[in-house]
């Protein structure tokens, strides 16, 4: 069975301040796919990043950087010099080795960024 | 735009009536995915769609219906059968494609039991 955990339900930070979102999870499979999704208060995911299990490649994107390490099962998320415009609830997401099944879903951190 | 629309986005309805929620899409995509989010949880798959007229059972698909008889649209049925049905209602499609499959989502749908 998969299973994702976000253990921090709530994180508040003022602006400005780096902040490090985590995710660890657990599957059976050896090929599997993780994801983040961003839920502003409008309630659409946005998507933000896909990984394979095979890359463990760190990634980066603007103020956006991504820490997947296979030997601890975590994918963690970064979000550098924050701003107000990132608060929103972010979830981490883990589907099978095709990528495109279920996704199994944390419960999500809602992230606040104090102006 | 290329995208995926969900309709009503708010929706009430009276214990014992049945309820149905628009999802389309004009991503070409092949998949489809329904998902119910209760607060402060994750989402959870009711129904997917990988092709035209077949669908499979998530997690959570008792009280739920669904048909898939166009490409581009994925209605889902919330029944008098569903015992809990106040959620928020997402819904996603996917490609396929392979390496670069990803499920992207709609706006969703509110629904309140009164």
């Known amino acids: 069975a998969q299973k994702v955990t976000q253990a921090q339900t709530e994180i508040s930070v003022v602006e400005k301040e780096d902040v490090t979102l985590d995710c660890v999870y657990e599957?059976?499979?050896?090929?599997?796919?993780l994801f983040w999704y961003k839920q502003p208060p409008s309630g659409e995911l946005v998507f933000l990043i896909r990984?394979?299990?095979?890359?463990?490649q760190n990634e980066i994107s603007g103020r956006y950087s991504w820490n997947f390490q296979k030997s601890t099962s975590s994918f963690n998320f970064t979000i550098t010099a924050s701003q107000v415009v990132d608060s929103a609830v972010y979830f981490c997401?883990?589907?099978?080795?095709?990528?495109?099944?279920?996704?199994?879903f944390g419960t999500g951190t809602r992230l606040t960024i104090i102006p | 735009d290329g995208g995926i629309t969900q309709s009503p986005k708010y929706l009430f309805r009276k214990e014992g009536q049945n309820v149905t929620l628009s999802c389309e899409q004009n991503?070409?995509?092949?998949?489809m995915y329904w998902y119910r989010q209760d607060p402060g949880q994750g989402l959870r798959l009711i129904y997917y769609?990988?092709?035209?007229?077949?669908?499979q059972k998530g997690d959570i698909a008792e009280g739920y219906s669904v048909s898939r008889e166009k490409k581009e649209s994925f209605p889902l049925t919330v029944t008098s059968a569903q015992k809990n049905p106040t959620a928020f209602y997402l819904c996603?499609?996917?490609?396929?494609?392979?390496?670069?499959?990803?499920?992207?989502f709609g706006p969703g749908t509110r629904l309140t039991v009164l």
């Open positions: 996603a499609s996917s490609s396929l494609a392979g390496e670069e499959d990803t499920q992207y």
């Open positions: 599957t059976r499979d050896t090929t599997y796919y």
């Open positions: 990984r394979n299990s095979f890359d463990e």
């Open positions: 997401a883990l589907s099978g080795p095709f990528g495109n099944e279920k996704l199994t």
């Open positions: 991503l070409n995509h092949d998949a």
């Open positions: 769609s990988q092709i035209v007229n077949d669908f």
